[in-house]
Every structure is written in structure tokens, then in C-alpha cells.
């Protein structure tokens, strides 16, 4: 089944930058679009990142479009999340997670099957 393991989290100051990781693993992983998951406290999970298959085309949420870059390493069973500028707001729980069946690419948390246990970005 695919796995998931995030991480990379820590506690930075505003402005600063951090790298989160994500080891995937599984049947078909290579073949699914995967995405960052946040959930910030007191808020509902929502997508900030998301990239194809290919590691070509990405969607990112306003709030973190500029300042974020997902990346993959489909040959390492990586993803990536690249975080600069980093604000408090930013602070919450990050998930990697990979797309489901009837996959339609967008930032809707739905068609996202599978997840990881997250990782800690505390921003001071």
C-alpha cells in the first residue's frame, strides 16, 4: 500500500526559510500526482501544493503562492516542499499526501487518498 513519511519540520523565525521531505513508497506512487496538506491551528486541512505526475505543472494556494516551490524526485521516491519568507500564519501541521482514483488535478483536499502522519512548522 502507499506510504507516506514527512519530514523536516521545526520551529524558525519569520523570514526564514525550511525544506520539508516526504519519502514515498508503494505501488503506482511514481504514477500519482501528490500534494502538501496543511493544517494551521483552529483551521480545516487545506491543499497548499500540488504537482502532476511528471513534476511539471503545480497549483499553490494564494496564501502560499511566491513563497513555496513543490518539487519531486520521482527516481528518489521524493517530494519536496521549499518554504521562503516563511510568516507565522504558516505555522501548522504539513501533510504530503497522493492522489486517489478519478484524480482530477486541482487543490481540492478530496481527491487526495492517501496521507502521511504529518510534520510540526512552528514560525515565530
Known amino acids: 500500500h502507499v506510504q507516506l513519511v514527512e519530514s523536516g519540520g521545526a520551529t524558525v523565525q519569520a523570514g526564514g526559510s525550511l525544506r520539508l521531505t516526504c519519502i514515498t513508497s508503494?505501488?503506482?506512487?511514481?504514477?500519482?500526482?501528490l500534494a502538501w496538506i496543511r493544517q494551521s491551528p483552529g483551521k480545516k486541512r487545506d491543499v497548499i501544493a500540488s504537482?502532476?505526475?511528471?513534476?511539471?505543472?503545480?497549483l499553490y494556494a494564494d496564501s502560499v503562492k511566491g513563497r513555496f516551490t513543490i518539487s519531486r524526485d520521482s527516481a528518489q521516491n521524493r517530494l519536496y516542499l521549499q518554504m521562503d519568507s516563511l510568516k507565522p500564519e504558516d505555522t501548522g501541521r504539513y501533510y504530503c499526501a497522493a492522489s486517489g482514483p478519478d484524480f482530477v488535478f486541482t487543490l481540492e483536499k478530496r481527491y487526495f487518498s492517501y496521507w502521511g502522519q504529518g510534520t510540526q512548522v512552528t514560525v515565530s
Open positions: 504537482v502532476d505526475t511528471g513534476g511539471v505543472r503545480t
Open positions: 508503494g505501488p503506482s506512487v511514481s504514477r500519482k500526482a
